[in-house]
């Protein structure tokens, strides 16, 4: 039976085109039945051949799904579903929910439509594989249609003519190569022609992010044989290489081509939120869940998932938790691959034991099950990059390719050396800095000559200046500013440059402050200069660093924080000393931080300059071009607290129950692979962290002698106590699980109900206790403020007013009082922001920063989570349960309920909710059905980009919301058919 007409054009086109011929399949080989074919029954078709199938697509569709027109003909391009406007998609969602509530005997449906980015024939091909392939048969339901997908129903809605576009048949260079997936391919997963990815995600990259061509390195990594065995795989490249492009490209496989979800392992909350914000429009476009692991937000177990597979993007303790929950809930064959980015921090003193043991249990499940969880790493430049793949079971991808050149130098008084680290003399006196216009007074100012070597490229150009300390980075970009205004000409110049928006930036900030702003960078703004520090706020920084990738802003003072964390490029790097805090720099953060010298694109090379003094020129060797430093375990360390926590952990989740186990896990850490170069004995480490647990009565043997600490053998069964259970499921640390419980315990039979203060006093962090500084007189005179009821507290905890006096007077206090007075110190700071006090006013009062007053709002919002979660193993625990649930969330924005339904939005923090509803967006629901130029116009100081980032993220959530409740409901059905 010869191809009907259409199709023989189609084939012919494709051959010309050069896309994949999919008529090379065995099966698609074999003949047709003759005679004129009829609109057949579902039956019929599941017995038939499956090339019967594709010829008769449409014809299936007409005759099985009414609600679903045939596509119209398609002769040279593809055709691209849209829907006119966002009013029409919710209008869609009202119709489908209704029907769900009202519709008693639904229709069945053989095929589920398939998302609208799949083009004719790719949608031939997946479905004559998923009848190949029971387990990739999603295109065949049994559900009730009012109970599948809500935004496939949306999708499917008949269009009208305006709603159809043709697809673009211009290409950019991004669209010049037909990159494929072996794997992908093999496994009869294929989606399109970009790694086996749909045109749309080629299409999502160019008009979202600005991509139209992949580096060669990154090219070069997606066909390595490791991504094309989908086996694990480390890569190592310098900094702003593009390494994150090829890990979502990866984890976008994971989702379209093989159906399962993803967790994406980031190392900071900022970070996190970045990459939700980034990945939003992806989500909502290519129809995947986006989910938040990150301070107080995620669900454990997360929420499952029936037609819809999901992103998680976590923090390292988030993705710990969720992975512990998955493997409980016997759930983890959900997950198909795991991202870690900065890998490298394993080494890090405070996470990377966390990290280490995350890692390992991964390895561990992987060597036990069938379906193994595919594991791909990031990481810097460090010297062990084969111990350190060998330890992740992954191939190893390196390259020191970067986007455009980086010149390297170091700057000793007037003289500028350049920096060859490749060649026998590894420094050559370039120039030297030109201060012919500094006079004595400027000189004062500025003794090392930074100002000149700032506006060698400022303000045609953007600058970096990393500083040794948050108040140095204030005194810089101060100090700047009164040089270049000691000189009329420059001045007016730079002042003159992009004033207008430079006042935009200030009316911002003002806006988010409610009328407050730090006066130095009011001041330093008008220049175009500003500083970025932990001591500003989230809502401060998004400001910040938007204003310098507009290039508003030239010259940014900041600490090392920012080289690890979003990336700003630019043109000129300078570090001002070669020490940070009180540490010398080492080579990593030096890499790191030169590392933002360039931007792609936009420069041809980049410049970074190392100042020191004369009598520091001898540290400059083992800064710049001492080897690079090598990654070393820290499970050891602390008395092996790391590595009793990943016993523990595993006595948790009940993949070991005695030493032999536990041994079988320790061999395959990091440590154990080290022990030699760290001269660590595996079994005396694995002896001494089980002392530990028992010392802590965090387990017992499961035969109990009543001992709370004793001697095990190897097959001696152990399991966790209830606090140790408490302790893995709160994520709490095991050095305070003991210290927390007893807090709780003490508090319980007066638990002061009338404040919010003792609940608040419970769940301030103890880490950050320990580091607080208060001055006497400040602390009383909040003391004596409090009212009857907060004074009844302080009372109980031991705070009372002869402690206060001996306090202010110096006379002294209890030494055991001192961690209880620095919490309560914090719980009171704590209580003004619950009060709806302004982030401003509790820094002035409380003489914190108001960055970190904004950080101890989250990171007590994060605690409390912690201990709900840890009270939950604990049954007499029950009433702190029920008080802090609703804490959790409004702990974490510390605003009036009706913000925090808009506070979930990537990039609204509460200054700009606050604006969103005066302005009458006061729910998802409207924000989701406004044009973004409607915001801008409403919403002041709001940037277009921004405004379609938050309409596209209120949609995404809606959408999550509508198929939650189908999820839902097809559970439920499942269960009583």
């Keep these: 039976c010869r191809e009907s007409p259409r199709r023989e054009k189609k084939r012919k086109h494709q051959n010309l085109s050069g896309d994949r011929e999919p008529y090379n399949s065995p099966i698609l080989k074999k003949k047709r039945p003759s005679g004129k074919a009829e609109s057949p029954s579902t039956s019929l078709l599941l017995s038939q051949d499956s090339s019967f199938l594709v010829d008769h697509i449409e014809e299936i569709l007409q005759a099985e799904v009414n609600s679903i027109k045939p596509v119209s003909e398609v002769e040279a391009d593809r055709t691209e579903e849209t829907c006119a406007d966002s009013e029409d998609i919710f209008a869609a969602f009202e119709q489908v929910s209704t029907s769900i509530r009202v519709e008693t005997s639904p229709r069945r449906t053989p095929l589920k439509s398939q998302s609208k980015f799949q083009s004719d024939s790719q949608w031939q091909g997946s479905l004559d594989s998923s009848l190949a392939d029971k387990e990739n048969s999603q295109n065949i339901s049994t559900l009730p249609l009012s109970v599948l997908d809500v935004r496939a129903r949306i999708l499917d809605s008949p269009l009208t003519p305006r709603q159809t576009q043709r697809r673009r048949t211009t290409e950019s260079p991004l669209h010049g190569n037909r990159f494929h997936n072996q794997q992908v391919v093999a496994d009869r997963c294929d989606r399109g022609p970009f790694f086996g990815l749909p045109d749309q995600v080629r299409d999502l990259y160019r008009d979202q992010k600005g991509i139209e061509e992949l580096f060669p390195w990154q090219k070069q990594c997606l066909q390595s044989s490791a991504v094309q065995s989908k086996q694990n795989l480390l890569y190592s490249l310098p900094t702003s290489g593009g390494k994150t492009l090829v890990a979502e490209i990866i984890m976008l496989q994971e989702l379209i081509c093989y159906n399962k979800n993803c967790v994406f392992v980031l190392p900071y909350v900022s970070l996190v939120q970045e990459k939700i914000r980034s990945l939003a429009p992806f989500a909502l476009e290519l129809g995947f869940y986006l989910e938040e692991y990150a301070g107080s937000k995620g669900r454990f177990p997360p929420q499952r998932r029936r037609h819809k597979r999901s992103m998680f993007i976590c923090t390292i303790?988030?993705?710990?938790?969720?992975?512990?929950?998955?493997?409980?809930?016997?759930?983890?064959?959900?997950?198909?691959?795991?991202?870690?980015?900065?890998?490298?921090?394993?080494?890090?003193?405070?996470?990377?034991?966390?990290?280490?043991?995350?890692?390992?249990?991964?390895?561990?499940?992987?060597?036990?099950?069938?379906?193994?969880?595919?594991?791909?790493?990031?990481?810097?430049?460090?010297?062990?990059?084969?111990?350190?793949?060998?330890?992740?079971?992954?191939?190893?991808?390196?390259?020191?390719?970067?986007?455009?050149?980086?010149?390297?130098?170091?700057?000793?008084?007037?003289?500028?050396?350049?920096?060859?680290?490749?060649?026998?003399?590894?420094?050559?006196?370039?120039?030297?800095?030109?201060?012919?216009?500094?006079?004595?007074?400027?000189?004062?100012v500025d003794e090392d000559y930074l100002t000149n070597l700032v506006l060698e490229v400022f303000p045609q150009h953007s600058c970096l200046i990393f500083c040794d300390s948050k108040r140095r980075c204030e005194n810089v970009a101060d100090m700047l500013c009164k040089v270049i205004a000691s000189d009329v000409e420059t001045c007016s110049s730079i002042t003159e440059h992009k004033k207008t928006e430079r006042q935009q930036l200030i009316e911002a900030l003002l806006e988010d402050g409610s009328g407050f702003m730090c006066p130095i960078l009011k001041k330093t703004l008008r220049y175009g200069i500003a500083y970025h520090h932990s001591g500003v706020t989230m809502d401060e920084r998004k400001v910040l660093e938007e204003g310098f990738l507009s290039g508003a802003i030239g010259v940014l003072c900041c600490t090392s924080t920012l080289a690890a964390g979003i990336n700003l490029p630019a043109r000129r790097v300078i570090i001002r000393s070669p020490f940070m805090g009180r540490n010398q720099l080492s080579h990593t953060q030096y890499t790191q931080m030169t590392g933002r010298a360039g931007r792609a694109g936009l420069d041809t090379h980049g410049e970074s300059f190392l100042m020191v003094k004369q009598n520091q020129v001898k540290l400059v060797e083992d800064v710049v071009t001492s080897p690079v430093e090598h990654c070393i375990s820290n499970l050891h360390k602390s008395d092996s607290a790391g590595l009793a926590t990943l016993v523990l952990n595993s006595l948790f989740l009940g993949i070991v129950d005695c030493l032999m186990d536990a041994k079988n896990i320790v061999d395959l850490t990091l440590m154990n692979l080290q022990a030699k170069k760290l001269s660590v004995h595996s079994d005396k480490a694995l002896q001494s962290a089980v002392d530990v647990l028992f010392k802590n009565n965090l387990v017992t043997t499961v035969e109990d002698s009543g001992s709370t600490q004793q001697k095990v053998d190897l097959p001696t069964k152990i399991k966790p106590t209830r606090l140790g259970r408490a302790a893995v499921q709160g994520n709490v640390n095991l050095n305070i699980s003991g210290r927390l419980y007893n807090d709780l315990k003490n508090a319980r039979p007066r638990l002061a109900v009338d404040t919010v203060l003792h609940i608040l006093y419970l769940v301030t962090p103890y880490d950050l206790a320990e580091h607080i500084y208060y001055t006497a007189s400040a602390y009383h005179k909040v003391y004596v403020a409090l009212s009857q009821t907060d004074l009844a507290v302080a009372k109980f905890l031991g705070i009372t007013e002869s402690v206060m006096i001996g306090l202010v007077t110096g006379r002294g206090f209890p030494k055991s009082l001192k961690p209880i007075l620095s919490r309560f110190f914090l719980s009171l700071a704590l209580l003004d922001l619950w009060n709806a006090k302004s982030l401003h006013e509790v820094s002035e009062k409380f003489a914190i920063s108001r960055g970190e007053v904004q950080n101890l709002m989250s990171s007590a919002s994060s605690f409390a989570s912690s201990v709900l979660h840890f009270c939950q193993e604990i049954e007499e625990f029950w009433a702190y349960q029920e008080l802090l649930e609703p804490f959790v969330k409004r702990l974490a924005h510390c605003c009036s309920p009706d913000l925090l339904h808009l506070l979930d939005l990537p990039g609204v923090k509460a200054a700009r909710a606050k604006q969103l509803l005066k302005a009458g967006f006061s729910s998802l629901s409207l924000v989701a059905k406004a044009e973004p130029k409607s915001l801008v116009s409403s919403v002041p100081h709001l940037s277009l980009k921004a405004a379609k980032l938050i309409v596209q993220s209120a949609k995404l959530q809606l959408i999550e919301k509508a198929e939650a409740l189908h999820d839902e409901a097809d559970s439920v059905l499942v269960e009583i058919t």
């Design 317 to 444: 303790e988030k993705a710990h938790s969720l992975f512990n929950s998955l493997l409980v809930e016997k759930r983890l064959d959900e997950i198909g691959l795991v991202v870690v980015d900065e890998v490298h921090m394993v080494g890090e003193d405070s996470r990377g034991a966390n990290l280490e043991s995350f890692l390992t249990k991964i390895k561990y499940v992987n060597a036990r099950n069938a379906n193994k969880i595919q594991l791909i790493s990031m990481s810097a430049t460090v010297g062990n990059l084969t111990e350190l793949s060998k330890f992740l079971d992954s191939e190893l991808y390196t390259d020191s390719w970067r986007p455009v050149e980086l010149h390297q130098h170091v700057k000793v008084g007037q003289d500028i050396f350049s920096v060859n680290p490749y060649e026998e003399e590894n420094f050559k006196l370039k120039r030297k800095l030109n201060i012919a216009n500094y006079s004595q007074t400027t000189k004062q």
